[in-house]
């Protein structure tokens, strides 16, 4: 499942390291935004691997931004643990949207399918 939200860049929380059990290194980076929600306006998001990590290069705090991520979950112990995995952040795609005002409504002139 793949979903995207928009909010404004917060902060970044120290960077996790670890080993799995295959033996292999890993690397985890999380960095909240805030969605202006009333209720819970905080939303967690997990980078994994030093690539997704670069995704926050060069973001600032209250920057608006458009993440997108898959949501995980995972047992251990009888419980179930849950993830957002961001796989691709946006900016660009936020500040090139045309305003309201700027989209220009259909006439009735317009060729219009209906």
Same mark, same amino acid.
């Given at each position: ?17 670890? /080993? ?7 690397q ?11 209720? +819970? ?5 997990? *980078? ?5 990590? !670069? *995704?926050l ?35 660009? !795609? *936020?500040? +090139?949207?045309?305003?309201? !005002?700027?989209?220009? !409504?259909? /006439? ?7």
């Amino acid at each position: 499942m793949s979903l995207s939200i928009t909010g404004k860049f917060e902060f970044v929380l120290s960077p996790e390291k670890g /080993t799995s059990k295959a033996g292999k290194d890993w690397q985890k980076q999380n960095f909240i935004i805030n969605t202006g929600s009333e209720f +819970n306006p905080q939303v967690c998001f997990s *980078l994994f691997g030093e690539e997704k990590m !670069a *995704l926050l290069n060069g973001l600032k705090a209250g920057q608006e931004i458009e993440v997108f991520f898959n949501v995980s979950s995972r047992a251990f112990n009888s419980k179930y643990y849950h993830n957002l995995d961001a796989w691709k952040i946006s900016v660009d !795609a *936020l500040e +090139n949207e045309p305003a309201a !005002a700027d989209i220009p !409504a259909a /006439t009735e002139e317009d060729d219009l399918p209906f």
